[in-house]
């Protein structure tokens, strides 16, 4: 099993950590970034992958994108140890999570990384979208404060949910959008997930990428 990914690809990172987590032997097959070229993107690559987008899991003749689609078939093909509920219920609402961070990624997250990380210029940053992203990413960590509740995890038990969820604010939290003290089961909840070995490494190496970009 062959997995096309970028380091700091927030979507690939989904994957990478989902892989860690149910102990799933796969190939890494980088696609090169840097801050002045970005993704330079090899014939292989786009050989299989038709909107030229990380991430990308090859498995035999097997070729999928999207992020969400594969995080449903690893799921599917490697059921153990499960990152999703058993309840249909629950299994629904992790889906609907998953997407909400997707989107927050999407939408606002994306606007942070344009304007901080690669705006070397603080001068030539958009303070105005700046400050859009980051009221609703704070918007976002108040919802999930209602959601956590009492429970560890955004759905009872470690999720795809949680590992969407916290590749979306840690992302964001380095760009500027922290946790707020007014969210202190978000806060509680961060440095649960934060600590999990896959996640911990895969941030480390997240970070040296990033000082090195």
């Not at 956590?148 to 992302?171: H, K, M, N, Q, R």
Request: charged share 20%; hydrophobic share 45%; proline share 5%.
């Amino acid at each position: 099993m062959q997995l096309w990914s970028g380091t700091l690809s927030t979507f690939s990172v989904k994957i990478r950590i989902a892989c860690a987590e149910k102990g799933i032997a796969v190939t890494i097959l980088e696609v090169p970034w840097s801050r002045q070229t970005l993704f330079s993107k090899p014939k292989e690559f786009l050989a299989v992958s038709p909107r030229g987008e990380v991430p990308v899991l090859v498995d035999g003749d097997l070729v999928l994108y999207d992020s969400t689609v594969i995080n449903q078939y690893l799921e599917e093909k490697y059921p153990e140890p499960a990152l999703m509920p058993r309840d249909l219920v629950a299994r629904a609402r992790c889906r609907l999570l998953e997407d909400q961070a997707d989107w927050l990624i999407i939408t606002h997250v994306t606007t942070l990384i344009r304007e901080v990380f690669l705006q070397s210029d603080v001068a030539a940053r958009d303070q105005a979208a700046l400050d859009d992203a980051k009221t609703a990413i704070a918007t976002h960590h108040a919802l999930l404060n209602t959601t956590l509740a009492d429970e560890p995890y955004l759905c009872g038990t470690y999720s795809f949910a949680d590992i969407a969820t916290f590749v979306a604010l840690s992302f964001a939290r380095t760009l500027g959008a922290r946790i707020s003290v007014d969210h202190p089961r978000v806060a509680a909840w961060f440095a649960r997930v934060g600590a999990r070995p896959a996640v911990k490494t895969e941030f480390d190496a997240i970070g040296k990428a990033a000082a090195q970009a």
